[in-house]
């Protein structure tokens, strides 16, 4: 059984930056880890990619072959790479045993809400090795300044939730920077639990240029909040307390935290509706000792010869 994330987000909202992060910190607390890039427009990677779709498929390649614009020429490059979705699995195979994945996606929304092919390899990789994998949908935290954006990222969560159907976490990501954008009309709370969004239409009322899609609005607000699904944790990839939080949901979405554990149905339920309270720091902390230890064994040894 192999774990791993699946990155998504709008373009800008530092899905790349974040993989390089979250692969930082996941080797710190002991885990080996594959980066895994599908983004045939990211020509210039931060983070060692253990598998590259441009190996495969260029997006520039394709938009002069076939005369397609950015956004045309991903969709072929997700349609080609689910017709040779053998050549992403024999490259993934040797890692399965001793890896743990993070797939950067591309930014073309349209990938993870309208065409299925995006969806199709995710689904495909998890029935044939076995994956059990989250979904980290990245949404930039400047989008809570502006109530008309807010929503529009709220009805692009939930669509990308129903369309993808795994374990799904929507992140506010570069929280440290929300600031610099001016004061928000709520609390930070307000955004991150998707609340009462009546008020957030008070506030859209204001603005001349939102008025007259009031009753739109309305309607879209409705929608998220009937579905129930919708909320955010927030994200400063720079924070190692803000990633080690994030990766906790994680590891209790996609099941990380049972893995190696025998207990029954009974344990298992405690377990999952309990709140995750280990120490990921003091797990690298330990290690560390012990990798100090053993180079301190080894002088003695050096030094009795």
């Avoid at 427009?41 to 394709?62: F, G, H, Q, R, T």
């Avoid at 997700?78 to 699995?89: A, S, V």
């Avoid at 996609?254 to 720091?281: C, L, R």
Wanted: one cysteine or more; hydrophobic letters at 40%.
């Amino acid at each position: 059984m192999v774990f791993g994330q699946v990155v998504i987000g709008p373009p800008g909202s530092g899905k790349t930056t974040y993989c390089n992060g979250m692969s930082q910190f996941l080797q710190l607390i002991g885990r080996k880890v594959a980066v895994i890039n599908l983004d045939p427009a990211n020509d210039a990677l931060p983070y060692e990619c253990a598998v590259n779709i441009e190996d495969l498929i260029k997006l520039s390649d394709v938009m002069v072959e076939h005369g397609l614009g950015p956004n045309g020429g991903l969709v072929y490059c997700m349609d080609y790479l689910e017709k040779n979705i053998d050549w992403l699995e024999a490259k993934l195979k040797p890692l399965v045993k001793d890896h743990y994945f993070l797939f950067d996606l591309p930014g073309q929304v349209e990938l993870f809400f309208l065409h299925s092919s995006a969806k199709n390899v995710i689904m495909k990789l998890v029935k044939k090795l076995n994956l059990r994998l989250t979904a980290v949908h990245l949404v930039d935290a400047h989008l809570c300044s502006d109530p008309g954006k807010y929503v529009s990222a709220l009805l692009l969560s939930l669509s990308t939730m129903l369309h993808m159907e795994l374990p799904h976490i929507n992140v506010l990501s570069k929280i440290d920077l929300i600031e610099s954008y001016g004061k928000l009309a709520f609390n930070l709370d307000f955004y991150t639990d998707v609340e009462n969004l009546s008020y957030l239409q008070y506030s859209l009322d204001q603005d001349p240029r939102s008025a007259k899609y009031r009753k739109l609005t309305k309607e879209i607000c409705d929608v998220v909040e009937d579905y129930s699904l919708v909320n955010f944790t927030t994200l400063d990839i720079q924070d190692k307390e803000s990633v080690g939080n994030l990766v906790k949901l994680i590891d209790k979405s996609n099941g990380y935290i049972f893995a190696g554990i025998e207990a029954s149905a009974a344990e298992f339920s405690k377990i999952a509706v309990g709140p995750v309270d280990w120490d990921y720091y003091r797990v690298a902390a330990v290690q560390e000792k012990y990798m100090k230890d053993d180079e301190n064994f080894d002088d003695d040894e050096h030094s009795g010869d």
